[in-house]
């Protein structure tokens, strides 16, 4: 098994994205035999001894990196962050009431469609007028609706919020690209939740981070599949969790823990993000697409003044082992993901590709 290709390649992918190398190292070596048990992880019981301290562990360094409160319970689902945008209507909104949502890209805009299908919803906020290139401010949220939700991170336009909303009903949120990206106060919050395949793990699991005293209050009656007190009661085991996911997200997160936690993972993506945005601002030939005080740590986007160059500097990054920067094609031009685990060095080599094209091509 060679992993020195690997390592050459600067995987800037939006998602699924990046892992750290000692993670896929470890999840390999699991695949075929899991800690000298001489089974697979993926070929065990999700019931036998060592899959249930898998998810016991997983589960409580979900808390433990976000310092979350004691009583938070934790589950980890199938279906994406997608099923959850109807989920959470299920579980939050009462029969006949409403929910409140801030629209500020594709994936907010798939979850207030999702709500509406459930009951009235509001959108108390949008940056659709400017096609989603910034975070809207200073809004109000009517007291009457059951939540607010909103997307902390906006993974195709590039913004993301620096501060949260302060609301008066109770916070939901999608925090698939940027969870564990820096601290928050999860008190704050009736739940979190997010694919895992943008900063926890492998694509497969959705993890659910949330308040149990606010479940169960709908009204509603729901399948057991669709219904969030159910899985939580159940301890994530009312049925067979993705369990290759589940262990691969809790290597991800001993991961960050050994780093030094959000507070660390903060502080590096904080310099990342600083190195491209500079670049981005210092040469003319380059163009960031988002409002500058809301532009996304994660995922950069940017595009090039005169896009008759885009093939000439495509042909340049690919040249220096980069992938994944193309941007999403509702915004054209570049995105740089740059989630947890890519080192500075990548995006080093990105930003001198950008200085070397811009000196040759100014
Ligand atoms: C990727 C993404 C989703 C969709 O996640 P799936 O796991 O593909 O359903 C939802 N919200 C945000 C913010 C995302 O980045």
Known sequence: MSTATNLKIHNFSAGPCILPQEVLQKAAESVIDYEGTGLSIIEMSHRSKPFEAVMVRAQSLVKELLGAPDHYGVVFLG????????????????????????????????????SKLVGETIVVASSEDKNFSYIPKGFAIPSDADYFHFTSNNTIFGTQYKQFPKSPVPVVCDMSSDIFSRPVNVADFALIYGGAQKNMGPAGATVYLMDPERLGRTGRKLSPMLDLKNHADKESMYNTPPVFAVYVSMLTMEWMKRMGGVAEMEKRNAAKAKLLYDAVDRLPMFRGTTAVEDRSVMNPTFVMNDAAMEPAFDALWKEAGISGIRGHRSVGGYRASMYNALPIESVQVLVDVMEEFAKKNG
Do not use: C, I, Q
């Open 79 to 114: 279906g994406g962050a997608s099923l959850g945008f109807h989920m959470v209507p299920l579980n939050y909104m009462r029969t006949g009431g409403k929910a409140a949502y801030a629209n500020t890209g594709e994936w907010a805009s798939r979850a207030v469609k999702e």
